[in-house]
């Protein structure tokens, strides 16, 4: 479990979740907050889903 921690800050890949969690702990005031957590379950974070 180790390993995949370091691995993955050594890589600079980020899980969705945390990616989230430090858009929402960058916020300045309950406005912002709110603004943000609405845009994150708009799908922010979200990968683009390719449908052909």
């Known amino acids: 479990m180790k390993f995949t921690k370091k691995l993955r800050s050594i890589l ?3 899980s969705r979740q945390n990616r989230e969690r430090n858009y929402l702990d960058q916020s300045v005031s309950l406005v912002d907050l709110e603004r943000r957590q609405r845009e994150i379950d708009s799908g922010l974070f979200r990968s683009p889903r390719n449908i052909y």
């Open 12 to 14: 600079g890949s980020d």
